[in-house]
């Protein structure tokens, strides 16, 4: 009989969001008259921009001449698009990052957890708690780590807590880690990293001859100029970090599926003889091995968000959804709960009150408000007692959601 990979066995039971499903599917079925609004998984609700969509619309039209038709594509994606990218994304503020640098893929979560095939198995492994839950069980999975606690933190693993007293920034470890997670604009605290912050971060790894893997997934919702949108505004971040980024979020393209990761081809990891080996010909031979690339129309769309029309249109769906966070924010605090974030990211971070646990926060939303948010434990320990509420919605659910929560807690 094939045996399994046990590391799966390790998971905790459910991954947040399927139970997050599970529990609003039995109580739709228990109270099918309900009216649910759903402010939990990150998901977008707006249509996707015009440029992008009249972009696609020509690709596939392309797809229909055989003068045009595209087969296979490049599995680093194409040139235009890496360009484009370098371009606007990077250059523009100064980083100096090279299209050749640039992956195109279908996710930033599937290259968080892929990027762990190029590194070996007995790194020491460093993450924010709370966390984004990928970061941890795509380590889990892989074999990275030891059994589960009944705190839910993985035994091998570098736990850095982030809360309020440390404005949701981790604290630099006193001892060398080889892997370092960070997330800014935070999932799921909705927090950012100033400059200062990041380069001390970047001077760690240098010294230490560590990587940091960076998400920034959600750097579109920065409103704060002095904020950086990049790991590598800081200098020496090439010799140490690897950035992924995401169309899904700025430009919603959760459903269409289109992303980046950055690898310098100045960062290098160690083989087992103890010679230095480019990172970036590691991750080529992956994908290239694993991947056949993002669809050509799907490339034509993300290529038209750097057109004028796609830069307006993109920035326009941001601010509708900070401003949905805006509204959820102050309606929150108006009611007399404590709450961080949704400046500028599109996540919430609230204080669950009156003692009440994740879960039971989560429930009591549920039954009382027919509202779903995402119980911080969740994200990890120090995630218990916080609960996340996403901006992703229609304006007209989110003011409905937030007069529904107020009214209970205002009483």
Known sequence: ???INDNYLK??????FPEIARRVSAFAEANPDAPIIKLGIGDITEPLPAACRQAMIQAVEEMGDRATFKGYGPEQGYLWLREKIAQHDFQARGCDIDPSEIFISDGSKCDCGNILDIFGNDNSIAVTDPVYPVYVDTNVMAGHTGPVNDRGEYEGLVYLPINAENSFTASIPNHKVDLIYLCFPNNPTGAIATREHLQAWVNYAR???????FDAAYEGFITDASTPHSIYEMEGARDCAIEFRSFS???GFTGIRCALTVVP?????????????????????RQSTKFNGVSYPVQRGAEAVYSADGQAQTRALIDFYMENARIIREQLTAAGLTVYGGVNAPYVWVKTPNGLSSWDFFDKLLHTCHVVGTPGSGFGAAGEGYFRISAFNSRDNVVEAMHRVTEKFRR
Do not use: E, F, Q
């Open 1 to 3: 009989m094939a045996t």
């Open 11 to 16: 998971l905790k039971a459910g991954y947040l």
């Open 207 to 213: 010294a230490h001859s560590s990587i940091i893997l």
């Open 249 to 251: 979020k700025n430009a």
């Open 265 to 285: 081809k100045s960062l290098v990891g160690k083989a087992a003889d103890g010679s230095d080996v480019a990172l970036h010909g590691l991750w080529n031979r």
